[in-house]
Nanobody, 113 residues
Framework: QVQLVESGGGLVQPGGSLRLSCAAS??????MGWYRQAPGKQRELVATITSGGSANYADSVKGRFTISRADARNTVYLQMNSLKPDDTAVYYC?????????WGQGTQVTVSS
């Protein structure tokens, strides 16, 4: 069973930045990414990145968020810039390989003045 350890959430003012990290206990030959869930809403895609480095973003974060990975550390990062109050949510790390999905425990991101 894959374990995911997330870090980097917190409280930030609108326009600020945060970087989320997620370390996996398993092979880097996987797709990894981030989803988020705001109160009263369904979990939604933020960004994913394949083992080959191809990234996919939700329209709402394009140009503001950047996903990257460090395969030597089995770690994926999400750099979030120009944060908005609508970005407030619990952010969940995803690990996906050969039809198997694992999720992190979630990290809270709050954007507020």
């Amino acid at each position: 069973q894959v374990q995911l350890v997330e870090s980097g959430g917190g409280l930030v003012q609108p326009g600020g930045s945060l970087r989320l990290s997620c370390a996996a206990s398993a092979s880097s030959l996987s797709t990894m990414g981030w989803y988020r869930q705001a109160p009263g809403k369904q979990r939604e895609l933020v960004a994913t990145i394949t083992s080959g480095g191809s990234a996919n973003y939700a329209d709402s974060v394009k140009g503001r968020f950047t996903i990257s990975r460090a395969d030597a550390r089995n770690t994926v990062y999400l750099q979030m810039n120009s944060l908005k109050p609508d970005d407030t949510a619990v952010y969940y790390c995803l690990y996906r390989r050969l039809g198997y999905d694992a999720w992190g425990q979630g990290t809270q991101v709050t954007v507020s003045s």
